[in-house]
């Protein structure tokens, strides 16, 4: 037992910050998905994000006591680092078809160019961070604790 004055309200407020991550997370998340859905380049090469697909599929995956993770389709990797040039080759069978601007291709393998990466998802936590004044949530909690 501790003989020091006003402990129980410090232990209160101690608590209530190592608790405090789990709501700003969240709120650094949905912070970072709504800045970033408008910085997922839309363009013609090609992809999920021409569809609007890697748009609609970004969002919180979990949220703890001590890390938000946020996200979205697989592709956003792809479009965010951009792949390298590299060579298509069948799986299953001994030909790829697929449908090119003359109609009906078949190919025993398809050299892929690769295209510059368009970074989005470092700017897009950053804005969410930026957006997210954690300062005064954790100033309320410390607050409301005692």
Known sequence: MSNLKGSRELKARLRSLKK??????????????NAGRPMVPVGKSGGDHRSGRLRRSM????????????G???????VDKGPQP?????????????QGKSGTVFARQVHH???RGRP????????GLRQTPMAQLLVDEWNKAA
Do not use: C, D
Request: without cysteine.
């Open 59 to 70: 969002r919180i995956l979990s949220a703890t006591q001590k890390k938000t993770r946020v």
């Open 72 to 78: 979205a389709h697989f592709t956003a990797y792809f």
């Open 86 to 98: 590299h060579v298509i080759k069948p799986k299953n069978f001994n030909r790829l078809v697929f």
């Open 20 to 33: 405090a991550f789990k709501p700003i997370g969240r709120k650094w998340g949905r912070a970072s998905i």
């Open 113 to 115: 160019r690769g295209y």
């Open 120 to 127: 989005f998802r470092k700017r897009m936590a950053e804005e």
